[in-house]
């Protein structure tokens, strides 16, 4: 073990926990007045809920031994059994075993924070803290074995996925458009936002967090990390200014919102690709992907759809088009390299991953609203999520 990739490792592991605060942030500038607690709360209390679950069984059934490729076994690691210092040869060969896993845990805890921005502002605390546990447990587990795990399905078939296009953003994202509709629409639909300044922070930890998103992914202080780095940078800047100029072509202001959105567009596109693509590719993803999702925006307002935070629009598809891109620019495989190969796979795996995470998502909210009603009444709703669920207000 290199003592210089160990440092790194565990900088890169603090900066993605610092994403999950950032997101918190990030939604709850966006919400009401009323429901600005609840809404940075549903992101912090992953960080104790998942942390549980992951110590548990969560690292096993996303890295234990793989059972036919789908998921892994619950008794390889249970409790964290046999995860310490040592590396392991076929998960952290230059790392210590406890480190690979702490890294990985910082990935499946944002990851369901992410979904609550479709549901914010009308959503029982109580039955988010079950979809959480069920989401970890039926989704997000078996989508990271398959896609991270050295004998995982989607890995075998040759599907790439350098740091969570697939695994984190896709799978937040089609959970999210799913939950908007079951949970239906919110009673008034404001989309004033509270606190703008909240955003713009909540921005900055999200991009800040992201270098060890991207760059910890390559698991080492290398020049891999480096190049991801690199592109992380210049993607989210991509997007972020396409953003702008969108809105200046179409004749409206600059916001800030809009400017904090297409940052985090191009953060999410470059995520899968980080490590594959050149520093110019990085910036085609990256406006390539502000274009998809603020058309996808325009779409879904067009609609009846309530995604409050406009969760499909950014993560989902600014997710799926990073799969997508991944295929067409990764060196050596790509289709720009005249290899169609990883191309046809990516497709057939974006339509596999969207189908089965649709429907098993719709499952798990039809079930988790059996067992504690996932919205709130119109009074509670009216009155606001923060004295209605917390008992606090801003």
Not at 117 to 135: H, P
Not at 241 to 262: E, H, N, P, Q, Y
Not at 349 to 363: G, Q, Y
Not at 366 to 376: A, C, D, W
Request: charged share 10%; glycine share 10%.
């Amino acid at each position: 073990m290199n003592n210089a990739d160990i440092a790194w490792m565990l900088t890169a592991t603090c900066l993605v926990f610092f994403m999950t605060p950032g997101l918190s942030f990030f939604y709850g500038g966006m919400v009401s007045k009323k429901n600005i607690i609840s809404t940075m709360l549903q992101s912090f209390v992953a960080l104790g809920i998942v942390t549980i679950w992951w110590v548990l069984v969560g690292f096993s059934l996303c890295f234990g031994d793989s059972v036919y490729g789908f998921i892994g076994s619950p008794m390889t690691f249970l409790g964290m059994r046999d995860v310490g210092l040592a590396p392991n040869a076929l998960l952290s060969p230059n790392l210590p075993m406890i480190l690979f896993a702490m890294f990985q845990l910082k990935f499946a805890v944002i990851t369901p924070a992410l979904i609550t921005g479709s549901f914010a502002e009308r959503i029982n605390f109580k039955g988010y803290l079950l979809f959480i546990l069920l989401f970890s447990t039926f989704i997000y587990a078996p989508l990271c074995h398959m896609t991270w795990h050295p004998d995982g399905l989607l890995k075998l078939a040759g599907v790439l996925d350098y740091a969570g296009g697939t695994v984190v953003h896709m799978s937040a994202g089609i959970a999210a458009l799913t939950g908007a509709m079951v949970l239906g629409s919110r009673i008034n639909k404001t989309n004033q936002p509270v606190n703008i300044p909240f955003i713009l922070l909540g921005t900055a930890m999200l991009w800040f967090g992201w270098f060890g998103f991207n760059a910890g992914s390559a698991f080492g202080a290398n020049g891999e990390a480096a190049m991801s780095f690199a592109t992380t940078t210049c993607a989210s800047a991509a997007a972020m200014v396409t953003w702008v100029l969108i809105d200046l072509f179409k004749g409206r202001k600059v916001s800030a919102v809009g400017t904090c959105i297409g940052a985090v567009v191009g953060l999410v596109a470059i995520t899968p690709a980080a490590g594959f693509v050149t520093v110019l590719q990085s910036l085609i993803i990256g406006v390539l992907g502000a274009c998809l999702s603020y058309a996808a925006i325009v779409v879904k307002n067009k609609t009846k759809l309530d995604d409050t935070l406009d969760v499909f629009p950014t993560h989902g598809i600014a997710g799926i088009f990073g799969m997508v891109a991944t295929a067409v620019f990764a060196k050596d495989v790509g289709l720009i390299y005249g290899e169609t190969e990883t191309f046809i796979v990516h497709l057939v795996a974006l339509i596999v991953v969207f189908v089965s995470v649709f429907f098993i998502s719709f499952l798990l909210y039809k079930i988790t609203n059996k067992l504690i009603p996932m919205r709130v009444n119109r009074d509670l709703e009216n009155f606001g999520l923060d004295q209605s669920q917390h008992n606090e207000q801003y």
